[in-house]
């Protein structure tokens, strides 16, 4: 079962919230840190898919704790990956990061150089992407959402498509009261109006909670 980036209703985030960390966790159990610290990235961040893809190395700030997102990779002409040198609606951005999901990018990172050493490639290339294939190339960005059904399929997981990862992001930053041109910078948003489209989902979840609690208690 696929479920869709957002579920109306009274327990509406909640349900999704449970999905989405119950997918974060089954991948840190499960999958290898690269890919387990690739979801991780998209829960926190609330970046998008191509835009984590492309990182290098040297986007990423160990000592401020932010990550410039400034490249995004899209599909090209014959199937080729394409790595773009702006976002997708050409508005670069850095974000501040929590401590953990950069601990975490250190650790993916030593294994990575590891990995690199023994393949015979440059571990300290400032070109080095994050996340990078077999051949030490961008991945292909469909290969995310085989991992994505790989863990779902694997632990019994409804699966939250790719993008519902920002769209969570985005709708528990409104739940926690960040303003919402703070949201509209962190994602990137080309138009404060696709902002306030999440924002109006989160509303609607409150006040359907609000009457759902109003009647229980008048029903008791």
């Not at 990550?67 to 508005?91: A, E, P, Q």
Request: hydrophobic letters at 40%; one cysteine or more.
């Amino acid at each position: 079962m696929v479920t869709t980036f957002y579920q109306t209703g009274p327990n509406g985030l909640f349900i999704f919230y449970q999905v989405f960390n119950l997918i974060l966790q089954s991948a840190s159990k499960n999958e290898n840190i690269k890919i387990y610290t690739f979801f991780r990235l998209l829960a926190y961040s609330g970046m998008r898919k191509g835009e984590a893809l492309a990182l290098k190395w040297s986007d990423i700030d160990f000592t401020s704790n932010t990550i410039s997102i400034n490249k995004t990779v899209s599909i090209g002409n014959k199937h080729r990956v394409v790595v773009n040198n702006t976002t997708k609606t050409k508005r670069n951005r850095a974000i501040s990061m929590d401590a953990r999901t950069m601990q975490l990018l250190k650790e993916w990172r030593f294994q990575q150089r590891q990995d690199l050493l023994r393949l015979g490639f440059n571990p300290f290339d400032k070109e080095q992407v994050v996340f990078q294939n077999f051949d030490n190339e961008v991945v292909r960005p469909n290969l995310v959402a085989v991992w994505n059904k790989r863990i779902c399929d694997k632990n019994g997981l409804r699966r939250i498509k790719i993008h519902g990862f920002r769209h969570t992001h985005a709708s528990l930053l409104f739940d926690a009261g960040v303003p919402m041109e703070d949201v509209k910078q962190r994602l990137g948003h080309a138009s404060i109006q696709t902002t306030m489209d999440i924002y109006t989902h989160v509303t609607k979840d409150k006040q359907d909670k609000t009457a759902l609690s109003f009647a229980q208690y008048m029903e008791n």
